[in-house]
């Protein structure tokens, strides 16, 4: 199916066929295998990592994030987990508590593939319903050096479930002065839920171009990130690939338990340069 996918994409015109016309395939994973996602190309964010979220990464586990039917699949779940982070008597949110009450995964490039300039594409369908929010996102390689925003950040796609029918773009950045910047679109495409669709990201030195589908809705102007030690968009990013959690307070919203287990599915996985 994959392979007829990819003939099609080929005698088409628009972003995808710009992209194998103009760049060689440097990196993939087809997932045209089952099990747990190649080690050799991707490794896992464990426990809670960010914005307070619900959700417990976990790692190797296929109940959370499993490759079948020649697709990855990212499973959010409701059920008790350990915490190994848990310390008694810490108020830090992510360490305070024993157990988590809900499980997720996250899947990362970190320490085995970043990429500067090109085309980042994902083929994917999107988990959906309050609270969901899957994300396909990349981050400074240099990310645990420097610390955010100062790594910099491109979210490819995120996707809201209490916002159905949008995607977001979005590009996070430190400023000349070292102040927090933001800029992104959310173009109406829809409802991108009902089935697979292309995100991707068309990389150039001086700008980004964001894509849905065919539509490009959003470019950037890298020379805003610019600081005095260089710019950050000028440097190695890798990818991440995960179902997050929303709650009360977030701008994802608080989910709902009669939604669980979430699923989202990525097709595959194509960087070009």
Same mark, same amino acid.
């Not at 990349?138 to 029918?165: F, H, Q, T």
């Given at each position: 199916?994959?392979?007829?996918?990819?003939?099609?994409?080929?005698?088409?015109?628009?972003?995808?066929?710009?992209?194998?016309?103009?760049?060689?395939?440097?990196?993939?994973?087809?997932?045209?295998?089952?099990?747990?996602?190649?080690?050799?190309?991707?490794?896992?964010?464990?426990? !809670?990592?960010? #914005? #307070?979220?619900?959700?417990?990464?976990?790692?190797?586990?296929?109940?959370?994030?499993?490759?079948?039917?020649?697709?990855?699949?990212?499973?959010?779940?409701?059920?008790?987990?350990?915490?190994?982070?848990?310390?008694?008597?810490?108020?830090?949110?992510?360490?305070?508590?024993? !157990?988590?009450?809900?499980?997720?995964?996250?899947?990362?490039?970190?320490?085995?593939?970043?990429?500067?300039?090109?085309?980042?594409?994902?083929?994917?369908?999107?988990?959906?319903?309050?609270?969901?929010?899957?994300?396909?996102?990349?981050?400074?390689?240099?990310?645990?050096?420097?610390?955010?925003?100062?790594?910099?950040?491109?979210?490819?796609?995120?996707?809201?479930?209490?916002?159905?029918?949008?995607?977001?773009?979005?590009?996070?950045?430190?400023?000349?002065?070292?102040?927090?910047?933001?800029?992104?679109?959310?173009?109406?495409?829809?409802?991108?839920?009902?089935? !697979?669709?292309?995100?991707?990201?068309?990389?150039?030195?001086?700008?980004?171009?964001?894509?849905?589908?065919?539509?490009?809705?959003?470019?950037?102007?890298?020379?805003?990130?610019?600081?005095?030690?260089? #710019?950050?968009?000028?440097?190695?990013?890798?990818?991440?690939?995960?179902?997050?959690?929303?709650?009360?307070?977030?701008?994802?919203?608080?989910?709902?338990?009669?939604?669980?287990?979430?699923?989202?599915?990525?097709?595959?996985?194509?960087?070009?340069?």
């Amino acid at each position: 199916m994959k392979k007829i996918f990819l003939l099609i994409a080929l005698v088409l015109c628009g972003a995808s066929t710009y992209a194998q016309q103009k760049r060689k395939l440097v990196w993939s994973d087809e997932f045209s295998y089952k099990g747990q996602p190649d080690p050799q190309k991707w490794d896992y964010e464990d426990g !809670f990592v960010r #914005n #307070n979220e619900p959700q417990y990464y976990t790692t190797k586990r296929l109940e959370n994030c499993r490759v079948e039917n020649g697709t990855l699949v990212i499973e959010a779940r409701k059920e008790e987990f350990p915490n190994a982070r848990y310390k008694s008597g810490s108020t830090n949110w992510a360490e305070k508590e024993q !157990f988590a009450h809900y499980t997720s995964a996250s899947l990362i490039t970190k320490g085995k593939a970043d990429w500067k300039y090109g085309r980042m594409e994902v083929r994917a369908k999107v988990a959906t319903g309050a609270g969901a929010w899957p994300a396909i996102w990349m981050l400074g390689a240099n990310r645990g050096a420097v610390k955010w925003p100062d790594c910099g950040e491109i979210d490819i796609m995120e996707y809201l479930g209490r916002d159905p029918s949008k995607v977001y773009g979005t590009v996070h950045y430190a400023d000349s002065l070292g102040k927090y910047q933001h800029q992104g679109e959310s173009p109406i495409v829809g409802a991108p839920a009902d089935g !697979f669709h292309i995100y991707a990201l068309e990389w150039y030195p001086d700008r980004f171009e964001f894509y849905y589908d065919n539509l490009k809705y959003f470019v950037f102007d890298i020379s805003k990130a610019q600081q005095k030690e260089g #710019n950050i968009f000028q440097k190695n990013f890798y990818l991440l690939l995960n179902l997050a959690l929303g709650h009360e307070g977030s701008w994802a919203g608080p989910f709902n338990d009669n939604l669980l287990p979430l699923k989202y599915y990525v097709d595959y996985v194509r960087v070009y340069q």
